[in-house]
């Protein structure tokens, strides 16, 4: 089994700063008032009063207000299929498995047109709740163990320090560096500390 995480790995930046500028083109208004809510929400996250979960919900609220949320979806992936890295798609098998902290309402059509049946992402109800933990470091590893039980994990491949926990199950891994993929060992300097 070989798990990938998402953004900065396999897709070319960050799939959720880009759902929120595609946002901000078909859904202005919506967009702004999530984004100013979500400032505001983060000064209490910096305090430590409320968990990060709060301001990522805030900040992507205006998803659930889209009245075709469905087709907002679909159209922000097609429109984005082509920051798929192609050293992925050259590789891509159809058991692997996605592991992100983007949103599984974007990460599963993703997967979807590439033919990858397997997905671990944070989780969404129909309100834009995050149900359990933003599925990102530790929780990674925790979601891959209840999906997968023992099974072995022969690969593993992220492009962030915050993702060692995850490379560090796999019997290789692999930090991924725009195209460039190098072998992960204890004290690999990151370029993404993120």
Not at 18 to 45: C, E, F, H, M, W
Not at 68 to 93: A, C, G, L, T
Not at 134 to 147: F, M
Request: hydrophobic share 35%.
């Amino acid at each position: 089994m070989n798990i990938y995480d998402f953004d900065g790995t396999i897709y070319n930046g960050d799939s959720c700063k880009d759902i929120v500028l595609y946002g901000l083109k078909k859904y202005p208004s919506l967009t702004i008032a999530s984004l100013k809510k979500a400032r505001q929400v983060n000064k209490n996250y910096k305090k430590g009063y409320i968990q990060f979960e709060r301001v990522k919900e805030e900040l992507l609220s205006f998803i659930f207000k889209i009245d075709d949320r469905e087709k907002f979806i679909n159209d922000f992936v097609d429109s984005h299929m082509k920051k798929i890295k192609s050293w992925y798609k050259s590789r891509k098998d159809a058991n692997d498995v996605i592991v992100s902290a983007s949103y599984d309402i974007w990460i599963i059509p993703f997967a979807q047109k590439l033919g990858i049946r397997n997905v671990i992402a944070t989780r969404v109800d129909s309100e834009g709740k995050i149900l359990g933990l933003n599925c990102k470091g530790q929780e990674k590893v925790k979601r891959i163990k209840e999906a997968y039980n023992s099974s072995e994990i022969s690969s593993a491949y992220s492009d962030s320090a915050v993702d060692i926990p995850m490379l560090e199950i796999a019997n290789t891994a692999y930090v991924v560096e725009g195209n460039k993929i190098n072998t992960y060992k204890q004290g690999y300097k990151f370029k993404n500390k993120k």
